[in-house]
């Protein structure tokens, strides 16, 4: 629960440490630019993990994997000779992009392994840095700058490295690349649909870079995108514990598991829009000073979380039944409509750019259940629980 919920606390104590310029650097470097290179990076093949070692039980795939790791090492050192090259927010991203590529793959290995403690330490560890560094920092009487996150970022990234380069010394290159040939022949799917996905569901970071110029402007989005995204960091340790049962029950039960646990989001949801600006005021100066002005996103990103969470336990369902090259179909359908909604609205800012990532958000819970409903997958309780959500959503955008 405290790893998980580092999730949570790293960055709203770093708000009260930082300038608000500096951290909308690393929010751009974590949530923004780096999240989208580790989904290039990759490749949809964490994701697959589950499909070939418990469906498929295809334990020669693991030989794959390890190669996979050692292309990450090489792109890692590539990245060192590039330091003088980029800005310094730009390099962040790529050393962070590693180390969630990283972070992603291992988590993914211990869930299958059900071993829900290390999936969890092993997914909140760039936040663990970052508590670290508040506390040397504290300890020095200093506040944090953005330079303070490098030299920790890199010497938990070339921890990584040196893991994978012991690991390679029993890599028999040519059995393992047949064997990435066939996890890629999968993944590749799981690729395109990933990184559509988080253009769509998580690029608001690196996107309003491009329209705001402003990385406080950013900082604020982020900030407010994490408080919300409480229900995330639910989803991730309910994923966690029931990571097998989503591959290995029938939809029958997990419609009612689905169902119980989205309605409990729902209702956390909710309160969250009253009971967390009472209890943040008393704590987050960067709160206090921002929510006024930033209420309508708060509200607004509330509910987004809500359908991204759902997003994340029906995409299990899509990745278990081999559905991935469909959904994509889907995805383009909507990122055209996000496109040209972003293209056409003149003056985008924070609030605006909210309200569209909102819908986009209930269009990609809607298209999931046609899909599965199409291929005679009927998640019927899970069904009404979406749609008192999107209810609530249209309510909510017209009152405020």
């Not at 498929?56 to 330091?83: E, N, P, R, W």
């Not at 996150?149 to 690991?167: A, Q, R």
């Not at 997003?311 to 496109?339: D, G, P, Q, T």
Request: aromatic share 20%; hydrophobic share 55%.
């Amino acid at each position: 629960m405290f790893s998980k919920s580092s999730v949570f606390f790293a960055p709203l104590l770093l708000t009260e440490f930082m300038s608000k310029s500096d951290y909308g650097k690393v929010e751009y470097s974590i949530g923004g630019l780096g999240f989208i290179i580790n989904t290039i990076l990759g490749f949809g093949i964490p994701s697959s993990y589950a499909y070939f070692i418990l469906k498929k039980k295809d334990i020669q795939t693991k030989s794959g994997y390890s190669l996979y790791l050692l292309i990450l090492a090489l792109y890692y050192i590539i990245v060192q000779c590039l330091f003088f090259i980029f800005p310094n927010h730009i390099y962040l991203s790529l050393i962070i992009s590693f180390i969630l590529a990283n972070q992603v793959y291992y988590s993914y290995v211990f869930k299958t392994q059900e071993k829900a403690i290390y999936a969890t330490l092993m997914d909140s560890g760039i936040y663990f840095v970052i508590l670290l560094v508040i506390l040397i920092k504290q300890f020095s009487g200093t506040n944090v700058a953005f330079k303070d996150i490098f030299v920790p970022m890199l010497i938990y990234s070339g921890m990584f490295l040196l893991i994978t380069i012991y690991k390679s010394t029993k890599i028999k290159f040519r059995d393992a690349l047949v064997q990435l040939k066939k996890i890629i022949s999968y993944s590749w799917y799981l690729l395109i649909g990933a990184f559509v996905i988080i253009l769509l569901m998580n690029s608001g970071r690196f996107i309003l870079e491009f329209f705001l110029k402003d990385f406080e402007g950013i900082g604020e989005f982020g900030f407010y995108l994490r408080i919300s995204g409480i229900s995330l960091v639910v989803f991730q340790m309910m994923y966690i514990l029931y990571f097998k049962k989503i591959y290995t029950k029938n939809i029958k039960d997990l419609d009612k598991l689905f169902a119980v646990f989205l309605s409990f989001i729902l209702i956390y949801s909710i309160t969250s829009l009253y009971a967390l600006p009472i209890i943040l005021s008393d704590f987050s100066n960067f709160f206090k000073e921002t929510y006024p002005e930033n209420r309508k996103v708060f509200f607004m990103l509330t509910f987004f979380t809500f359908f991204w969470t759902s997003y994340n336990l029906f995409s299990n369902i899509i990745v278990r039944e081999s559905l991935a090259k469909n959904y994509n179909y889907y995805l383009f359908v909507v990122l055209a409509i996000f496109s040209i909604v972003l293209l056409l609205i003149p003056g985008i800012n924070v609030e605006l750019f909210t309200i569209i990532q909102l819908y986009i958000g209930v269009i990609i819970a809607i298209t999931q259940q046609i899909l599965l409903f199409r291929k005679g997958y009927v998640f019927k309780s899970t069904f009404y629980v979406l749609v008192a959500a999107i209810v609530l959503t249209i309510m909510t955008t017209l009152i405020f």
